[in-house]
């Protein structure tokens, strides 16, 4: 009788224990309800996710969001795990597809996200609507989640794009980070942060570095203790650009699904407004066609870089139809570099 008693007591025990470790593997729903400051604040360790562009650079030694990291762990003693998703030559569009590609746990787990976009986007209405819309899908995909938007130093000024992320992040309740002023108070001149006149070099990626981690500090955390927390959510509003609304619902398509016969591809789409491309642009002009809804589309482009680049466009808008697209590339090289089409419900 002794015997089983004991027999039981360590089976208990057992139990006990793997459920301690179980939980603290296994991500639970007031974990994953909890914000990039909040996680901080409990013990955990947050991750962050970079979706910008080639300014918002990768996950590698001596970039901004590598010394980022660095210096919040130093500052917290957590673990931060940083995943960088930004696109080399992309706009806000892109960064709306590559949130939307991740696995719905992969957003979940997204705590602070750092949008990097302006660069490369076209200065008109288009780019508040994209905007906008990246944004409102990380808050539809992550409520819990924080951002934070970089004014990126390239522009130089408080030109048309920068007024819009600062309204648009105004109107969210969204922090940013201004690296025009950041690089104009630096005590260094533009050239000497940046040797193409864009990306920021060493000493720029430092400042980037610096102005990024003072508002995680001041706005996410606390300006006494960093082991304090606000657990400041983006505000939920009506779109202040309707228009953005008609990014909520993504289809990608990839090559996979599609039939390809010589230089041909003919693709089942579903009923959608908005119509991309995810492409590897390559020396050489190329003329592609699109047909879709009994409309054709020059989707062509040229590229002289002498690198290649993944490239994720908009291409066309319209009320198109459940149906047949067809894709025809003038030449086999351009074809193979296709990967998929991207559909916005």
Not at 127 to 138: D, G, Q, S
Not at 251 to 272: G, H, L, W
């Amino acid at each position: 009788m002794h015997s089983y008693k004991r027999i039981t007591v360590i089976i208990s025990g057992i139990l006990a224990v793997s459920a301690i470790l179980l939980g603290a593997l296994v991500p639970t729903k007031d974990y994953m309800k909890q914000t990039f400051s909040e996680k901080i604040n409990a013990g955990y360790n947050p991750n962050i996710i970079i979706n910008g562009d080639s300014i918002g650079g990768k996950v590698e030694s001596g970039e901004w969001c590598t010394i980022l990291a660095d210096r919040i762990e130093r500052e917290t003693n957590k673990s931060i795990d940083v995943t960088n998703i930004s696109k080399p030559g992309n706009s806000s569009f892109a960064g709306i597809v590559s949130w939307e590609m991740m696995q719905p746990t992969e957003r979940m787990l997204s705590d602070l996200v750092i949008l990097c976009y302006g660069q490369n986007d076209i200065d008109d209405d288009s780019f508040a609507i994209n905007y906008e819309a990246l944004i409102r899908n990380i808050i539809v995909g992550n409520p819990n989640a924080e951002i934070i938007a970089v004014l990126e130093s390239s522009q130089r000024d408080y030109t048309n794009k920068i007024n819009t992320i600062i309204e648009l992040c105004d109107y969210y309740k969204i922090p940013y980070v201004d690296t025009i002023k950041a690089f104009n108070d630096s005590g260094y001149s533009y050239e000497e942060l940046s040797d193409d006149g864009i990306h920021p070099n060493v000493k720029g990626k430092q400042i980037y570095a610096d102005a990024i981690f003072e508002v995680v500090q001041s706005k996410l955390l606390t300006k006494h203790n960093i082991l304090d927390f606000k657990g400041e959510r983006p505000a939920k509003k009506k779109a202040k650009n309707p228009e953005a609304n008609q990014y909520l619902e993504c289809q990608y398509i990839s090559t996979d699904n599609m039939n390809i016969k010589e230089n041909t591809i003919t693709v089942s789409i579903p009923k959608c407004k908005i119509i991309g491309f995810d492409r590897v642009f390559f020396d050489g002009k190329h003329i592609i066609t699109f047909e879709v809804g009994g409309e054709s589309y020059d989707v062509g482009y040229s590229w002289n870089y002498g690198f290649e680049q993944q490239h994720i466009d908009k291409l066309v808008c319209g009320d198109f139809d459940k149906g047949e697209a067809t894709i025809v590339f003038e030449d086999l090289r351009a074809l193979d570099k296709f990967n998929g089409l991207i559909c916005f419900k």
